[in-house]
C-alpha cells in the first residue's frame, strides 16, 4: 500500500469512527432495537454484529457454521460489553426452520425490528457458453431461496414494528451483468425482484399514511475486508465497499423514514 493509500484509509477510519460516535450518542434509531441477521458468521456479518451491537441493537445472528457463527458473536460481545448479541445455527434453506426462527426471536424478545440478508455465494466461468447450470443450482439456494424464506418467515414481525426494515445486500452486476457471471446475476437480480415484491407489501400495508416499515436493496460492487488486504496489500479494490462501510450503511437505514427507503436500491458503489 502505498503512503497515499495508507492516508485515505486513515483518513477514512477517522471519519467513520466520528460517524459512528455521532448517531450512538443518545438514543439512537436503532436503540432497543431487534435485528435478525442472516448470514452472520462472514466478514460481512461479523462486521454487521459490531455496528449494530454498538448502535445500542439487540443483535440475533444465524449461520450455518456453527464455528465462526460463535467467533462473531463473541467478537461483537466482548467490543461492546453488556450489548445482547446471540447466535443460532438455523438451515435457511428450510422454510419451516426459518419461520421457526423468526417465531422464537419474536417470542423471547417481544418484537422484530429488522433483518439483515448477507448469505453470500459466488460462481462464475470464463465465458457465457462455458456457464455451468450446476453453478445455478447452488446460487438459487443460496442467494434467492434464502431471501424468500427470511422474508416470509419474518415480514409479519416487521410489519408490526414502528421501525422494521428488511436489507437485501446486492451486486451491481444484476443491473449490468457480464458473461460470465450469467448464473449470479441472474439470481442476484431475482433475489432483488423479490425483495422490491415485499416493498410492496409494506407500501399497501400502510395506506394513504405510507408506510411504517420498509424493504431496500444496498448495492455493492464487491466486498473487502482486513484479511483480503492482508493477502494482498499492493491490490487497490478499486470500487469495493469495506465490510466496515457496508455495516454503518445498514445502521443508517433506521435513521431515514421507511417511505424514504422502502422499495429502493442505494448504491455504494457507481451505477454501471
Known amino acids: 500500500m502505498s503512503d497515499g493509500d495508507g492516508t485515505h484509509e486513515h483518513a477514512r477510519q477517522t471519519q467513520a469512527q466520528q460517524a459512528r460516535e455521532a448517531r450512538t450518542m443518545g438514543n439512537g434509531a436503532l436503540d432497543g432495537a431487534v435485528i435478525a441477521v442472516a448470514g452472520a458468521g462472514g466478514p460481512a456479518g461479523r462486521a454487521a454484529l459490531l455496528r449494530l451491537a454498538e448502535a445500542g441493537a439487540t443483535v440475533v445472528g444465524a449461520d450455518n457454521d456453527p464455528e465462526r457463527l460463535a467467533e462473531a458473536v463473541d467478537a461483537a460481545r466482548y467490543a461492546h460489553g453488556g450489548a445482547t448479541v446471540t447466535g443460532e445455527t438455523v438451515d435457511l434453506l428450510d422454510l419451516d426452520s426459518t419461520r421457526a426462527w423468526a417465531d422464537r426471536t419474536e417470542k423471547e424478545f417481544g418484537h422484530v425490528d429488522g433483518v439483515v440478508h448477507l448469505v453470500g455465494g459466488w460462481r462464475g466461468s470464463k465465458t457465457f457458453t ?143
Request: charged share 25%; net charge neutral.
Open 130 to 272: 462455458k456457464t455451468e447450470l450446476g453453478d445455478w443450482d447452488l446460487l438459487e439456494k443460496l442467494l434467492i431461496r434464502t431471501v424468500q424464506h427470511t422474508s416470509l418467515a419474518f415480514h409479519e414481525s416487521l410489519q408490526r414494528s414502528d421501525r422494521g426494515r428488511y436489507l437485501l445486500i446486492s451486486a451491481a452486476g444484476a443491473s449490468s451483468p457480464t458473461a460470465g457471471n450469467a448464473a449470479y446475476s441472474a439470481a442476484k437480480a431475482a433475489a432483488e425482484a423479490w425483495t422490491l415484491a415485499m416493498a410492496d407489501y409494506f407500501r399497501k400495508a400502510g395506506g394513504e399514511q405510507g408506510p411504517t416499515s420498509a424493504a431496500a436493496i444496498l448495492v455493492v460492487k464487491a466486498l473487502v475486508h482486513e484479511a483480503m488486504r492482508a493477502e494482498r496489500p499492493n491490490a487497490k479494490f478499486a470500487g469495493f465497499t469495506d465490510v466496515r462501510d457496508l455495516a454503518d450503511a445498514v445502521a443508517d437505514v433506521w435513521d431515514k423514514p421507511a417511505a424514504e427507503v422502502n422499495g429502493t436500491r442505494l448504491w455504494l458503489t457507481e451505477k454501471p
